[in-house]
């Protein structure tokens, strides 16, 4: 049910969470910031000196109804 998914997505330690959508979804221009370069798999993927935004990451929570990319 809705209630347990959302649940699911907020403790999921994750850069991406889906529901009901394909994962193929993940590319920096569906989620609007462009296409990417790479993919950072890391917890913190900054190098060198620190600054407050480059502690700062995201996660995306994609809500959908079966949608598949092709």
């Known amino acids: 049910n809705r209630e347990r998914a959302d649940r699911f997505m907020q403790e999921a330690d994750c850069a991406a969470v889906y529901h009901n959508a394909s994962s193929r979804f993940t590319d920096g221009g ?3 910031v462009g296409g990417e370069i790479a993919i950072s798999t890391q917890k913190l993927h900054f190098r060198g000196p620190l600054g407050a ?3 700062v990451t995201n996660k995306w929570f994609i809500h959908g109804e079966g949608q598949t990319r092709e």
Do not use: H, K, M, P
Request: hydrophobic residues 35%.
């Open 30 to 32: 569906q989620f609007g």
């Open 53 to 55: 935004q480059e502690l």
